[in-house]
């Protein structure tokens, strides 16, 4: 491949006549870096070569040092073109390029749109075919409100490559501009795989969340588990109004779908909007996101999703497993079906074996589960379900005889208070072990369901 030409302007051959009258001719020539058209000499080199073919060696020897040494002095070039960038004493590019480019952009934020055009125009003689020149070039013609020049300038850029980030939020701009879907999907998927957070992006995202169309684009992206989707799922706990429905739209449909979501993130988002005091919008994200199947009032109550999201969010089961206490989910013994919650204790007091956070709202609630003990002999009485307001505030409950012929099923009522109670921990006890023997009993089927007051 070649890399260097040699430049014809200044060539000369002379002819002389040397020792035993054989003769020689010396070539003079300038060389210049490819493709720049001569406009930048790096200095003159001189070849002196014999006509004869007995000494082709040399002549060959003579090229191979000529490109060596070129191939070093530009290498030196595009370190020191670097360097400048780097150098809070350089304020300029000598070489052009890419540095050029980044001076242009260093220029903009200073205000100093003169040396950013010049810039610019430099990067641009010096490696046209680099999208970073044309845009920066594009960005210049911007600051000086020539709109027209620098459309055609991103033109250029977009052509050449759509890494340049430039590039990217100029379009990402102009498909916000004609609210165009189809523009503005491609550009933030690749500026949000890039880690760019910025104006441009944050309006974009509020263009597509705040239309159906816009919806549905989002939604395919979430679809193919792109890189940015857990920044995107936490990033909700920090909208509201418009912003907040329009995401969890975005959210919903994804998940409705298919997209298997990082509900990580999403209990992490939950727990911030918890925090700010917004727990029905929390509820309302881990329902569309994680627990779509789950019941409105407690998640996997019946323990058939197993442990895989037992702690990845505030409204799922947080074991409470330790020295003394064993808790996990197995098939349960009959009476129970499918998965139950088995807990063994050798604790010496009432303990708590799991717990998770709801949201419930003002009213009488019904509150019922179901239990056995080890080996289906009977229910287990030592296991309870209790309610806390905030966590702390202990629910009286009223108890209810059990249904006929469902001596295994505990019933309770309780009213949470329109007051001091916006969340509610759900507790699952295991009574102390008289004896310090281990005791271990099943608990399934845990439900609670509003109840209609009689008039």
């Not at 169309?213 to 588990?225: I, P, Y």
């Not at 074991?319 to 204790?345: C, F, K, T, W």
Request: glycine share 8%; aromatic share 8%; proline share 4%.
């Amino acid at each position: 491949m070649r890399l260097f030409r040699f430049v014809a302007s200044s060539w000369r051959h002379r002819y002389t006549r040397a020792h035993n009258g054989r003769r020689h001719r010396s070539c003079h020539f300038t060389l210049a870096e490819f493709g720049c058209s001569g406009r930048h000499r790096i200095g003159h080199f001189s070849v002196s070569y014999m006509t004869f073919a007995s000494v082709g060696a040399v002549i060959r020897v003579s090229v191979v040092t000529i490109v060596a040494l070129v191939l070093a002095v530009f290498c030196w070039m595009s370190g020191f073109d670097r360097m400048t960038a780097d150098s809070p004493r350089l304020q300029g590019s000598y070489f052009g390029g890419r540095t050029a480019a980044q001076f242009t952009f260093d220029n903009l934020a200073q205000k100093d749109f003169r040396s950013a055009f010049r810039q610019a125009q430099w990067a641009v003689r010096t490696d046209p075919l680099d999208p970073a020149s044309t845009s920066a070039l594009g960005s210049a013609l911007l600051a000086f409100g020539r709109a027209t020049p620098a459309y055609a300038a991103f033109t250029v850029a977009g052509g050449l490559g759509w890494r340049d980030i430039p590039t990217q939020l100029y379009w990402l701009t102009q498909g916000v501009a004609m609210a165009d879907v189809k523009v503005v999907k491609p550009r933030l998927d690749a500026l949000l795989r890039l880690d760019i957070d910025n104006d441009a992006v944050s309006n974009s995202l509020n263009l597509l969340e705040r239309t159906r169309a816009g919806q549905a684009a989002l939604a395919t992206l979430l679809m193919e588990d792109p890189p940015w989707e857990s920044r995107f799922l936490l990033g909700t706990s920090k909208l509201d109004g418009d912003d907040f429905d329009g995401r969890m739209a975005v959210i919903d449909l994804a998940a409705a779908k298919g997209a298997v979501l990082d509900c990580g993130a999403v209990g992490n988002a939950a727990n911030h909007l918890i925090t700010a005091g917004r727990v029905q919008a929390a509820k309302e994200l881990w329902r569309r996101a994680c627990d779509r199947a789950g019941d409105l009032y407690l998640s996997n109550g019946s323990f058939e999703a197993g442990p895989a999201k037992l702690s990845e969010g505030p409204f799922a089961w947080r074991l409470q497993a330790r020295a003394g206490l064993d808790v996990d989910i197995a098939s349960a013994p009959a009476p129970l079906e499918g998965y139950a919650l088995r807990i063994a204790s050798s604790m010496t007091v009432r303990t708590v074996a799991a717990r998770q956070l709801t949201a419930l709202r003002a009213g009488r609630y019904r509150l019922a589960w179901k239990t056995v003990r080890d080996g289906g002999n009977g229910p287990d009485d030592s296991i309870e379900v209790l309610i806390r307001c905030n966590g702390t505030n202990l629910l009286n409950m009223n108890k209810l005889p059990a249904p006929v012929g469902r001596a295994n099923q505990v019933i309770r009522t309780l009213i949470i208070p329109s007051q001091n109670c916006f969340i509610q921990a759900v507790d699952i006890q295991k009574g102390a072990s008289g004896s310090g023997n281990v005791q271990a009993g099943w608990i399934d089927d845990i439900q609670i369901s509003p109840l209609v007051d009689e008039k």
